[in-house]
Structure formats: structure tokens, C-alpha cells
């Protein structure tokens, strides 16, 4: 049994674009805070300002990257799944080998009717 490459549902790029603006905040909240609100330079708060909006574009746009270059499909008794732009990954992970597929859903996923399908192998 072949199958053609597929892509993950394009609800994936909110997803990923959630993801990484909550990791995001975590990390940057407290000193982009300070730069903004305690710093009295007009032109500091601009700077500021302007790097949020560009990182938030790049995050938009590596969001849809990374959407896009993450193939799966069914092809001579194995999944076969392949990511990544820069650094490729093939993984091949014989059907036999499988024990596990686990599914659960997140609010934005029940949005979609989508679920996150989590597959385990004898090797973990």
C-alpha cells in the first residue's frame, strides 16, 4: 500500500504559532517589560516595539514553514514522516513495530474537530 505525501491539517500553523508565542512570552515577558515601561527614551520604546513586530512576523512565517515541510504517508508496510528546512529528518518506523497510538485534543483542536495522534514504538 502507497499513499501520496500529506500535510498536517493547516490548523497546525495556529497551533505552532501558539506554541511558540507562549514559549515566547515565558521567556521574554519580565525584561521586555522593563524596556518598555521603565525606560523613559522614546526612541528605546520604538525599538522595542518594532522588535515584537517583527518577531512576530517571523514567528507567523515559521509557523507556515514549518507546516509546510512536514510530509507524512503510508508507503511498503511503513509510516514514513519527513520535517524540516534546514536540518531534514526521515523517519521510517516499520507498521509492525507500532504498539501505541494514542489521540487527544486541545481547544483549538476540538475547534477543527482535529486530534493529536501520538505514536509509541517498541523503541520509544
Known sequence: ?????????????????????????????????????LNQSHTVKMLAIAAAVLFFIALVVTSIIKWSKFTYRIEED?????????????????IERIQTINTSAGLIQQ????????????SG
Open 1 to 37: 500500500m502507497m499513499s501520496e505525501p500529506r500535510r498536517m491539517h493547516p490548523a497546525a500553523v495556529i497551533l505552532n504559532f501558539i506554541k511558540g508565542l507562549v514559549e515566547t512570552v515565558k521567556n521574554f515577558i519580565i525584561p521586555f517589560g522593563v524596556v518598555l515601561f
Open 78 to 94: 511503513e509510516l514514513r514522516i519527513e520535517e524540516g528546512l534546514i536540518n531534514k529528518k526521515k523517519r521510517y518506523i516499520p
Open 111 to 122: 475547534i477543527f474537530k482535529l486530534v493529536k495522534l501520538q505514536v509509541e514504538t517498541a
